[in-house]
């Protein structure tokens, strides 16, 4: 029997990871709030568009969603249209979108009481780990439930992972996030400085990346910094919001992230200079323009 899959949101991440699903051999549903994009993915990929979440859901096995924030999220679950009214009995939501601990908890719980599951699962790789199927994908949630999902989730995935129970995995999602942050304003101001210095900011990263101080921001992005390009998918916008989970999240837990703080700020002057959809590697813009 061919096992139904919806997929709500058809975004950056969205359009191509449920186009692998398609290719896993699932039996796919789409359901896009701009109705084009679902229209296109439909002519592009074969599989079928409905006109709501509720409608896309009924009769899935599985259904996931790859949405903006914790509100957005909400309306596909909960909304008038939402798919939790017609999910048909212990399918599985799988929560793609970088959302706050708490919402996965809340979403889980009602969940529950309707005999769903909720696994929250957001994803790191970016848009090439997404038009690849080789995403990172950290999940939170019933290990029955994930022990069912995962090899649906494997269409896209070169890792999943259950951290623990529901909210582990945004929890994870935001570690990553708070680890990315500081190191992309580390290699701005490198760079920045390299050029104040009158080096030859490209040759002196060839040299550096070889050594302690490589990550895979300053392999991926370095070149493209240089070039003053911003279009790679991640949007600043996208990051203030994780930053700001995070930032929420420190408040209840205790953590202490001044970094991670003064980052988001940094991401706040880009947003000021029209950057709010340039990617995250544009705090070097910021830098330049003080001087
Ligand atoms: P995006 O390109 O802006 O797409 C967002 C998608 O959500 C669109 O399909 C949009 O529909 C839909 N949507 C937003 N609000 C909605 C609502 N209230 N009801 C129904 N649909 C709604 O974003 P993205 O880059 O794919 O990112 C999606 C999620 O993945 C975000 O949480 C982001 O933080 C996370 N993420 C992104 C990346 C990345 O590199 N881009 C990497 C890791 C994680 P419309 O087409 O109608 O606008």
Redo the contacts with the bound molecule.
């Keep these: 029997m061919t096992t139904h899959v919806a997929f ?8 191509p990871m449920a186009g692998h699903l398609v290719k896993a051999g699932y039996q796919v549903t789409v359901y ?3 109705a084009r ?1 679902a229209a296109s993915w439909v002519q592009q990929f074969g599989g079928v568009s409905a006109a709501t ?1 509720r409608a896309a859901a009924a009769g899935a096995d599985f259904i996931m969603a ?4 914790d ?2 999220l909400c ?2 679950c909960l ?1 008038k249209h939402g798919a939790f009214a017609s999910m048909k009995e212990d399918a599985v939501f799988i929560d ?4 706050s601990a708490e919402v996965a908890r809340e979403l889980y719980a009602i969940a529950k009481e309707q005999r769903l599951n909720f696994l929250d699962a ?6 090439p ?2 038009e690849k199927g080789a995403l990172t994908i950290m999940v939170g949630g019933d290990q029955e439930a994930y022990l069912r999902a995962a090899p649906v989730m494997n269409a896209y995935a070169r890792l999943v992972r259950r951290l623990g129970g529901s909210g582990a995995g945004q929890l994870t999602k935001m570690v990553n996030q708070i680890c990315i942050a500081g190191l992309v304003q580390a290699l701005a101001e490198g760079l920045h400085f390299a050029r104040k210095a009158g080096l030859d900011a490209e040759a002196v990263i060839e040299v550096i990346s070889k050594g302690a101080s490589q990550s895979w921001q300053m392999e991926n992005r370095y070149q493209t910094m240089l070039a003053g390009q911003y279009d ?4 600043v916008d ?1 990051m203030r ?2 930053l700001g989970i995070c930032i929420d999240e420190a408040r209840r837990n205790g953590a202490s992230l001044p970094v991670t703080a003064l980052v988001d700020q940094f991401y706040s002057d880009v947003q000021t200079l029209g950057g709010s959809r340039w990617d995250t590697s544009s705090l070097l813009v910021r830098l330049e323009r003080e001087g």
């Excluded at 709500?8 to 359009?15: E, N, R």
């Excluded at 957001?122 to 848009?127: L, T």
């Excluded at 790679?232 to 949007?235: K, M, N």
């Design positions: 709500l949101g058809l975004g950056i991440m969205g359009y896009n709030r701009t994009k979440p790859c949405v903006g924030n509100n957005d309306d596909v909304g793609h979108t970088t959302a957001p994803v790191s790789g970016g848009q780990g997404a790679h998918g991640f949007a996208w919001k994780d």
